[in-house]
């Protein structure tokens, strides 16, 4: 047991709705952790004369928040930030699949495992839903390494059995068959999740998707993760090899893979009918603005999409995406909002990274809050972190005027600690 003092804040509810305070904020806060959940939140003044004792640690006027969740990265790519690529079609072909052979070999899945997880809590991220590769071995090792931590993480062997090299290639058979012995190996162990993850339909043959949906089905606790609509060359792609299909969003839908607990990464270029689509069925799009921004392929619409009453969550896309840091991935999807017409708000930015997406991955019981029982992800904001955020901060009048020059400004400096049920990670 242990005693955190600070500024708690926690965002409750959904600040686009209209809500003018959506969130809970104590000044001198202060929050007791017990084996790995919250224990008791409130004012510090009000803590119980039982928890005098315990050991505690007081991080001033610093922000106390739930950890930041990531609803989609690449875990092989951990180390592709920043490889120059034409497109996301150029990039893939020039640089990830190259890289992403390598995880056959267990050895560099478990070191490359320890760095991934590593540097998610040294940005304050405590919670993600990854993609891995096709290989086993390295599912297991990103699983087990989570597992050591008692981390919340989604993730599931990658399917591709096409428009890849030999060495990242499986069958619809083998991807469904070893994807079944994973689901059953690691599904509902500790806090891990298991996503069905074919790539995206340029990698995946019909029967392949086919073997993806009846997965999806057959494993109703399951997520789905895949790509849609990011790219243009893409979608002309998927257009070609899916001819009966009405649109691109159709072709998942065709196979069983639209639902509530499916995951669509970019969604960039929708028609309206695709939208409505998406929001009859309860799938989510995830935005990821540095990875877009990087890769040149296009401005998302993040109000067009709320509007058409689709779930938006939010993910840093490494290695497409450029930083590990949420700061850095709101900082992003601030300014493609400007460029697309309709801004956000700090409000919303923090809402989507903790909260929001918690609540798109059907996990706002366990993550994203503050909630006494709910799990002790908990990271620690210093809004003076750097010489010019604390003359900046020195000019704020308001947590949103906090929040804003933080997410504009900060990037892994602002991380002050991050636990993870309760474990101090950094």
């Avoid at 921004?293 to 939010?314: E, Q």
């Amino acid at each position: 047991m242990q005693i955190i003092c600070g500024q708690l804040l926690e965002f409750t509810s959904d600040p686009i709705i209209g809500d003018n305070e959506p969130f809970s904020h104590t000044i001198k806060g202060a929050l007791v952790m017990d084996q790995g959940k919250i224990l008791w939140r409130g004012n510090a003044s009000d803590l119980p004369a039982e928890y005098d004792s315990l050991p505690r640690e007081n991080y001033g006027d610093c922000l106390i928040m739930p950890g930041f969740i990531d609803a989609h990265l690449h875990f092989p790519q951990y180390r592709m930030i920043a490889a120059f690529g034409k497109d996301l079609l150029d990039w893939l072909n020039r640089y990830t699949f190259i890289e992403e052979q390598r995880y056959g070999d267990a050895n560099i899945a478990a070191a490359a495992a320890t760095f991934f997880i590593d540097e998610l809590a040294r940005n304050g991220t405590t919670s993600c839903l990854a993609f891995s590769t096709i290989h086993e071995v390295a599912l297991d090792a990103l699983f087990s390494e989570a597992q050591s931590r008692n981390m919340a993480l989604i993730s599931g062997k990658t399917m591709m059995d096409r428009n890849a090299p030999d060495g990242l290639l499986d069958t619809a058979t083998t991807a469904y068959d070893q994807s079944k012995s994973l689901i059953e190996k690691w599904a509902g162990t500790g806090r891990l999740g298991y996503a069905v993850s074919p790539r995206f339909a340029v990698t995946s043959t019909p029967a392949q998707l086919d073997a993806a949906g009846t997965l999806f089905k057959e494993y109703p606790d399951t997520w789905m993760q895949t790509h849609l609509s990011e790219n243009h060359a893409e979608i002309a792609s998927v257009v070609k090899d899916f001819p009966d299909s009405k649109d691109y969003t159709d072709v998942y839908d065709h196979f069983g893979l639209l639902g509530k607990k499916a995951m669509f990464a970019h969604g960039i270029h929708l028609s309206q009918r695709e939208l409505d689509r998406l929001s009859e069925s309860g799938s989510a799009i995830v935005h990821c603005p540095t990875s877009n921004n990087f890769l040149g392929s296009g401005l998302f619409k993040y109000h067009n999409t709320h509007r058409a009453n689709v779930p938006i969550a939010m993910g840093t896309d490494i290695g497409g995406g450029t930083s590990y840091s949420m700061l850095e991935t709101m900082r992003d999807a601030y300014i493609v909002s400007q460029l697309a017409g309709e801004r956000i708000s700090a409000y919303d930015a923090f809402y989507a990274a903790s909260l929001g997406n918690a609540r798109v991955l059907g996990l706002e019981q366990e993550i994203g809050t503050l909630n006494t029982g709910s799990f002790a992800d908990i990271i620690v904001l210093d809004p003076e972190a750097t010489p010019i955020m604390k003359e900046r901060h020195a000019l704020s009048n308001s947590i949103h005027d906090v929040l804003f020059a933080m997410m504009i400004m900060g990037d892994d400096r602002a991380v002050k600690q991050t636990f993870i049920a309760g474990i101090p990670q950094k």
